[in-house]
């Protein structure tokens, strides 16, 4: 029988190093951030949906939407976030379970589920086992104004827009802390992923 594992996190955490370790042992992982962007593409529903609701001035010249400007406006309010997450997130969920369920009929052992919203987005009944990636918030506040490029007012914004990483950390099945070095992360994993 399959088990599916929920991945998820904190913005910065280092949830994508994990996710890298499941990739290495070919463990097949579904990506929600990845869904999420195919799914707001220009000419798909969510798209013009999200145009709709917060405008022409969120596109570039392009007609993509540009995603800095996007989330600039929502992460400093909590309605415009609600309602770009009720909009985006059952086009997310589809395709989520579409995959997933080919992965199942094709009997893979493990399927990862990476969702970084997983608790904010109520998606726990879609996953056997949580495994949360832990990291301190200054380091998180630290690691998200470098990588992007952001004042620490909007890296401050982005962090308390989810749920805090100690509260997801008391609600996981398994917490992989990514405090310490790669070599110490690896060390979890490995440790966790043999028990299944």
């Known amino acids: 029988m399959t088990k ?69 406006i929502v992460f400093q309010d909590k309605v415009a976030i609600k309602k770009l997450n009720e909009i985006v997130h059952p086009f997310v969920k589809r395709e989520m379970s579409k995959q997933k369920n080919t992965y199942v009929n094709a009997q893979e052992k493990i399927i990862v589920l990476d969702i970084p919203l997983l608790f904010e987005s109520k998606l726990t009944s879609l996953v056997d086992q949580v495994w949360v990636v832990f990291v301190k918030e200054s380091t998180q506040l630290t690691r998200l104004m470098k990588r992007n490029d952001l004042s620490e007012y909007d890296a401050i914004s982005r962090i308390r827009a989810q749920i805090p990483l100690d509260q997801k950390a008391e609600n996981a099945d398994v917490i992989i802390n990514n405090n310490g070095s790669v070599e110490d992360t690896k060390r979890q994993f490995e440790k966790y992923i043999n028990q299944i």
């Not at 290495?24 to 000419?43: G, L, N, R, T």
């Open 4 to 72: 599916i594992i929920g991945l998820t996190g904190g913005i910065a955490s280092g949830k994508s190093t994990v996710a890298n370790f499941f990739r290495e042992k070919q463990i097949p992982i579904i990506d929600a951030d990845v869904i999420a962007k195919e799914v707001v593409e220009p000419d798909k529903e969510a798209y013009f949906k999200i145009v709709e609701a917060f405008g022409e001035g969120i596109l570039q010249s392009n007609r993509m939407i540009d995603r800095k400007k996007l989330g600039h």
